[in-house]
């Protein structure tokens, strides 16, 4: 059957993934229809992600940074923060960008339908635009329906204090007392937004270190820096009851040895995780398999269990990043025109954008503990390096993970001021198949902190002279 509207490809959902793959097929040749239920493009990460958390990222390094010169000799008067203004220039940013991918849907062609689609058979899309319905039928589609925040059942989630990454995003108002639950990738970033703001931030993590997932080491400085400037951080401990009064939200934590205590603030960040928009889909009308999780399994060429089905990014699995997803969005596309591609990375990036920013690829060091693999490192400490001090910081590390075999890298992880500019070089080297030699008779421009990684692949030969 027909729908109102035919689509050689359609792709659901307009996040990096699916506007990357709508792009892609459209220039190969492929009548696309793009859904969004939205009605700007972008996705999470254009809209209330990646983006709008860097621009505010960016003013709390300015403060920061300010501050920090004081110590120096160079000393400002405290900021005078205006939110109406911060704001409207992080708004403005996020409508540049969403604006832009309007225009260059349009210049392809690709069709863009408003509303919220659910599948209403193997060929057919249901959208639905505030109770106006259309049909779109396809002959492929490319599901990037992406994730949200998870909520907690004990916590009231419809009061306004309780806030999620995209309620922190819009910046209304600076609480005095911010909680953030949950010490990840997202909660950080916000918590070092809020405090350079000069909310009295308070964090607290279920496991024994912030990010879980990248090695202590390399957080331990992240760690040191926040620990001095934030209230408090209490790892191990969980958040076991919330309850909301005129006054404040009122917050009982446990720690590991089953120890509760109190506290009150004015507004409560939750981010402990995002879960994938699978089961909103009636996929099962399509044949497409979603786990109990909302995952959709996919092979190598992003087909789901049903081949002229595929999926790609958040809703796909781990990790949950844009630049995946963007990768995953072409080879989805160029399968659907007819190539013959595979998603083959050996490697994806991962960064925290806190400060310091914490970024790391590959293979980590407990990881490669626990899998008995034979390893050797390279760590080189900024405090070594003339370029990180002459910005007035001596935390960073670099660190390097080998195959003792063979000297390839297999892994990276760094701390520091720009660690997630620096760690692509890292992440093209093990694509590369780079050994160590490679990395250390590579010249790299002095003086900068991208010498550390040159620097650390010759702690790992053993080969380094000087330290500046
Ligand atoms: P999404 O971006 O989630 O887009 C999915 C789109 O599909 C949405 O627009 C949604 O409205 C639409 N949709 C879903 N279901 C339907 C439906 N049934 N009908 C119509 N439309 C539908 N990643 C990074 O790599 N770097 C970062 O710095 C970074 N920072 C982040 C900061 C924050 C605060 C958050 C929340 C996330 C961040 N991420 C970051 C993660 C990144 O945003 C995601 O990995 C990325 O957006 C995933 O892209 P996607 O295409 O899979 O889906």
């Not at 035919?6 to 696309?32: C, I, M, N, Q």
């Not at 009636?282 to 092979?299: E, K, M, Q, T």
């Amino acid at each position: 059957a027909r729908g109102d509207i035919h689509a050689e490809v359609v792709v659901l959902g307009s996040g990096p993934g699916g506007y990357t793959a709508a792009f892609r097929a459209a220039d190969l040749g492929k009548k696309v229809v793009l859904i969004e239920r939205y009605p700007t493009l972008g996705g999470v990460c254009l809209n209330v992600g990646c983006i709008p958390s860097k621009a505010l990222l960016h003013v709390a390094k300015v403060i920061s940074e300010a501050e920090e010169m004081g110590h120096h000799g160079l000393r400002f008067s405290p900021p005078e923060v205006d939110l109406d203004a911060l704001r409207g220039w992080k708004n403005s940013v996020v409508t540049q960008l969403t604006g832009g991918l309007s225009g260059l849907a349009k210049g392809r062609k690709v069709q863009v339908v408003t509303g919220f689609g659910t599948f209403a058979g193997p060929n057919m899309i249901a959208v639905d635009n505030d109770g106006a319905t259309s049909t779109v039928s396809f002959d492929q589609c490319i599901i990037a329906a992406g994730s949200e925040p998870v909520t907690l059942p004990f916590i009231p989630h419809d009061d306004p204090r309780v806030i999620d990454s995209t309620g922190a995003l819009e910046l209304d108002g600076v609480p005095a007392r911010l909680l953030v639950l949950g010490g990840g990738i997202i909660g950080l970033e916000m918590a070092c937004v809020y405090d350079a703001l000069g909310s009295s931030v308070t964090v607290v993590e279920l496991m024994d270190q912030i990010i879980p997932g990248a090695d202590k080491d390399i957080v331990k400085p992240l760690h040191k820096r926040i620990e001095a400037r934030y209230e408090k951080i209490l790892l191990k401990t969980k958040v076991t009851a919330v309850s909301a009064d005129e006054d404040g939200l009122t917050v009982t934590f446990e720690d590991d040895k089953g120890g509760t205590t109190t506290d009150r603030f004015d507004k409560i960040l939750v981010s402990v995780g995002r879960r994938p928009n699978g089961k909103m889909l009636n996929a099962g009308a399509a044949g497409v398999a979603v786990d109990d999780r909302g995952f959709i399994a996919v092979d190598s060429q992003q087909r789901t269990n049903v081949p002229h089905i595929f999926a790609i990014g958040d809703v796909v699995g781990q990790p949950m990043l844009a630049h995946k997803a963007v990768h995953e969005g072409k080879v989805a596309a160029e399968v659907a025109a007819g190539q013959n591609r595979h998603f083959d990375a050996r490697v994806i990036p991962s960064v925290a954008y806190t400060d310091p920013e914490v970024a790391w690829v590959g293979v980590t060091e407990a990881q490669a503990k626990a899998s008995g693999l034979k390893v050797g490192k390279g760590v080189f400490p900024w405090a070594a390096s003339g370029r990180s001090l002459s910005i007035g910081r001596s935390e960073g590390i670099t660190k390097l993970i080998f195959d003792e075999t063979d000297q390839r890298v297999i892994g990276a992880a760094i701390v520091g001021p720009n660690a997630g500019d620096l760690i692509a070089e890292v992440a093209l080297a093990i694509e590369m198949g780079a050994d160590a030699v490679d990395l250390g008779h590579t010249i790299h421009p002095h003086p900068t902190l991208s010498e550390t990684v040159n620097f650390a692949a010759e702690m790992f030969e053993g080969t380094i002279t000087d330290l500046i």
